[in-house]
DNA sequence: GCCGTTTTCGGCCCGACTGTTTTCAGTCG
């Protein structure tokens, strides 16, 4: 089993217990050993046979049990009873905003509602209303959950599925049959949502490829075949399809698997009047038809090809010209990690400059920084800043913009910060008009530099908040309001086409891990990916400037 | 269920908003 697996399991268990009113510490400690397993460093089965489990934060004598029997046994009894008593479907219900816990119990318990489809056929028979507590808008939140669902057609994030998907390929590379091979469709393109993983492989074998996906751990059933392409399931729901071609034809193949459908056929229509002789790379395909390499983000039809042909395609941003990260959380707040932690793990990426932007005192859960507690930050930054040489700590803050628009630190403590990130963690469902206010406002405080995850959405869970973009892009482009491309996989918000009207607008951006924990700058890729289908080039992202030009930006 | 101790139990988990209520339970960050 994963990591990923035991933490998912272990949040299982958390949504039952609490859907079952369980004790909340004895749930909280479930959330919080999955949560340490999820950021674990090292792989889970290494721990368990070095007997080294019980040194993960918050695993105890009882979910160490429970965790080594899913190793060793593949599952979890416990797990096992307490899905007998709560079907996954009512799990599922949890993902509808506005609908937790005790609404799910109550309808499951009264209406013996056990999955979405149904939970959807009552709401729309007005039958949710009847419930006690419940009313016309616990029916409207199931029905507007449900086209949210819907509407991404049980797509996942490619923060689940690229590491998935690189897994399989390097497995698949170790047989020997298998002479290439590539991560090809959507998630080459960087798409944030995909519907499955394509691997393109270069093999003369298809038996012995069949043999190899047939022994991959992570595979839970073939659904077709045929010497050109297999076709099946992985774990958490994924399908994929490995597709088979000879080496004369991997470049081409790669090409092919690789565009958006309107960006392919209008390659392909030309190739059939210009047929391929040899080719060894796919930038050789490009070249034959006159054009430029087109990198796999952009080929989408959205302009790219006329750019390419006329050889006027910009560089894009790519993940060697980040030189820091502006959007970091400690242990001061809800980080994981000491300050020095942090730094450490961005030296080791070779950054030259991190910022530290712990929560402000509003946000309370999030054990936000009083004004006394980020003057005291600031001293200790200060000192440990003393003892670096190429590298440098910015003072900053992740300051919550309130509800009418001031924010939560007054005008004269964030004058004395090198970094002012504001974003909006309450009040998400303002009317348009005041939300854009609301965002407006906080962009037009001097002292405010960036404004993060500015929509708010989170995929497959929650959507953006009603905003007038066009009015918060002049405002942030008129006021020199940096805009956060926020990496983390399950925001990447602002989105591509966002980014790509404010690069239009003059706007300037930030690619931004908000890593929680050490591991999380790790995910700086998955916002260079969405930077690079915004089409933003190095100079675009503030990060990648150095650390001289960027301070005198932040400070003007 | 975990943790730490003035060590075997008591503390851990805050606060605003929302919707359904008529004083409050549920959700969420």
Known sequence: ????????????????????????????????????????????????????????????KAVKAKIEEMIEKGRCEYYERLTDEVPAGVLEMLSLPGIGHKTVKTIYEQLGIDNLDDLLQAAEERKIRNLP????????NIKKGMELLRQNGGKVTLGLALPLAENFRDFLLESKAVEKASIVGSIRRGKSLVSDIDILVCSVSYLEVLQKVNSYKGLVKILENDPSCIKGLLTHHIEFEV???PPQDYFSSMVWTTGSKAHRQILFEDIRYSPLLEINNENDFYNHLGMDYIPPELREN??????????????????????????????????????????????????SYIAITDHSKSLAISGGLNEERIRTQQLVIDKLNEEEEDFQILRGSEVDILKDGSLDYDDELLKGLDVVIASVHSNFKLDKEKQSERIMQAAKNKHVDIIAHLTGRLLNRRSAYELDLDRILETAAKN????????????????????RQAKEMGIKMAV?????????????????????????????VVNTWEKEALFNYLRE
């Open 133 to 140: 507590g419940m009313g016309g808008k616990t029916e409207y």
């Open 512 to 540: 931004n891990s908000d890593a929680h924990h050490k591991q999380d700058l790790g995910l700086m890729r998955y916002g260079v990916t969405s930077a690079r289908r915004g089409w933003l080039a190095p100079e675009d």
């Open 1 to 60: 089993m994963t990591n990923r697996e035991v933490a998912i399991i272990l949040d299982r268990i958390a949504d039952i217990l609490q859907i079952k009113n369980e004790n909340p510490f004895k749930i909280q400690t479930y959330r919080k050993a999955a949560n340490s397993i999820y950021h674990l460093d090292e792989d889970i089965n290494t721990l368990k046979e070095a007997n080294r489990i019980k040194e993960i934060p918050g695993v105890g």
């Open 302 to 351: 959205c302009g790219e090809i006329e750019l390419a042909a006329a050889h006027k395609l910009s560089p894009l941003l790519s993940i060697e010209d980040i030189k820091g990260d502006l959007h970091i959380h400690s242990n001061w707040s809800d980080g994981a990690h000491e300050i020095k932690e942090m730094a450490a793990a961005a030296k080791s990426l070779n950054y």
């Open 480 to 499: 020199n309001t940096i805009l956060e491309i926020n990496a983390h996989p399950d925001r990447l918000d602002i989105d591509e086409n966002i980014a």
């Open 243 to 245: 597709i088979i071609v």
